[in-house]
T-cell receptor, first 111, second 116 residues
């Protein structure tokens, strides 16, 4: 257990509305990541952070923004949700040299 | 470009059979790491193993074993005497370096069903 929580765990929202997902960690890890999981694609990196206020894009960042104002929280925002953003979102931290440990996931449905 | 291919989308076997999950990767890096994760029906992702590119020794952990072969760019995972609790989606992943952030590139996953 790497002390990662995600909120909310489930959310249904309408197209065009803003949505923010929260990832919270309790162990002061520097690196944090947001992935999305879709059938046939495995997990794909959306954004990552390498410190407070230090973030960068992953491979599927369009339509998403992130913020990290303190070490323990990494927020993922969908400015205007679309149906293509219906997915399961996982937050992860890097622990040790290489291993990434994942939070429990957030299932987001955009109707 | 980094890429991981898990060609087996779904596998179904009867309990106690041995099963091998295939993973083929592509990378231009001389140093890299490979991972396996398990995602049981409950949905969480569980880290199973990390292997670095300098260590080609096979690894065994109980009923699990991993066969890393650089010559064929493969990192296969075998479950011996499978059990119903092994039913899950298994992901193979490759570590890519982005400004030190160490991005993971995942395969598409293999859904393993163990039938009683």
């Amino acid at each position: 257990d790497a002390g990662i929580t995600q909120s909310p765990r489930h959310k249904v929202t309408e197209t065009g509305t803003p949505v923010t997902l929260r990832c919270h960690q309790t162990e002061n890890h520097r690196y944090m990541y947001w992935y999305r999981q879709d059938p046939g694609h495995g997990l794909r990196l959306i954004h990552y952070s390498y410190g407070v206020k230090d973030t960068d894009k992953g491979e599927v960042s369009d339509g998403y923004s992130v913020s990290r104002s303190k070490t323990e929280d990494f927020l993922l925002t969908l400015e205007s949700a679309t149906s293509s953003q219906t997915s399961v979102y996982f937050c992860a931290i890097r622990q040790g040299e290489d291993e990434q440990y994942f939070g429990p996931g957030t299932r987001l449905t955009v109707t | 470009a980094q890429k991981v291919t898990q060609a087996q989308t779904e596998i179904s076997v009867v309990e106690k059979e041995d099963v091998t999950l295939d993973c083929v990767y592509e990378t231009r890096d001389t140093t890299y790491y490979l991972f396996w994760y398990k995602q049981p029906p409950s949905g969480e992702l569980v880290f199973l193993i990390r292997r670095n590119s300098f260590d080609e020794q096979n690894e065994i952990s109980g009923r699990y074993s991993w066969n890393f072969q650089k010559s064929t760019s493969s990192f296969n995972f075998t479950i011996t005497a499978s059990q119903v609790v092994d039913s899950a989606v298994y992901f193979c992943a490759l570590r890519s370096q982005i400004q030190g952030a160490q991005k993971l590139v995942f395969g598409q996953g293999t859904r393993l069903t163990i039938n009683p």
